[in-house]
């Protein structure tokens, strides 16, 4: 009875721990929407992410004030180049990517909002107990701030709010997330693009999984 009880008292006091920030796993495959409150933009994708090798591959389609786009990026930040694909015409446009990599993950001098569970907590399998959490990024034309929500087991990302002064509210839900990638091959220039030549690109913010929309 006394190991019962002590069982109980160490299980509660899992579940009151204070949620921490996290990153999520380095090797992750899914597809994302993306809308701005302006409901100028209007998106959906697919990504890869690998953050040992320091990769991101976006392909998005959507209508930016009302006119229909294609968008196929391939992020390399160990070798500080971006390739914009274009695989209909098999073509590809060669850019620097003068950034650091950032992870996606919760920053340390996160605030914690709140912990919730997304669907019903009444059964097991109903629900999703998640953490929310608030802050700031500096950028190079101002502040931008984001409120991001994740797994409490895994740190998988759900949803972010992204705000700065030049776009307004920015909103990015995942869903089919995937730990690990589904297509490798992704993340490697296609055959077409390995004549491609280096453009010159002006200087921009530090380009995070967010600024890519």
């Not at 996290?22 to 959906?44: F, I, N």
């Not at 229909?68 to 990026?73: E, K, Y």
């Not at 502040?143 to 797994?151: E, H, L, R």
């Not at 869903?175 to 690990?180: A, D, H, Q, S, T």
């Amino acid at each position: 009875m006394r190991a019962l009880v002590l069982l109980v008292c160490l299980s509660v006091g899992c579940l009151a721990q204070r949620p921490h920030p996290c990153e999520s796993p380095p090797l992750l495959t899914g597809s994302l929407s993306v809308a701005t409150a302006s409901e100028k933009l209007m998106a959906y994708a697919k990504y890869s992410y690998d953050a040992l090798g320091k990769r991101i591959r976006i392909t998005e389609f959507g209508a930016y004030e009302n006119k229909t786009f294609h968008l196929d990026v391939l992020l390399l930040f160990r070798q500080g180049v971006m390739y914009k694909i274009n695989q209909k015409n098999q073509t590809c446009l060669k850019k620097p990517l003068n950034a650091h990599f950032h992870p996606l993950e919760i920053p340390r001098n996160a605030s914690l909002l709140g912990q919730v569970v997304l669907g019903s907590s009444s059964g097991p399998g109903q629900g999703v107990l998640v953490n929310t959490w608030g802050g700031e990024l500096q950028m190079k034309k101002g502040p931008a701030k984001y409120m991001s929500t994740v797994t409490e087991f895994g740190c998988i990302p759900v949803s972010t709010l992204f705000h700065t002064d030049r776009s307004g509210w920015m909103v990015t839900n995942f869903f089919n997330n995937v730990i690990g990638l589904v297509e490798p091959q992704r993340l490697i220039p296609p055959r077409f693009c390995q004549g491609a030549e280096l453009e010159k690109s002006r200087d921009e913010d530090p380009m995070t999984f967010f600024s890519l929309f």
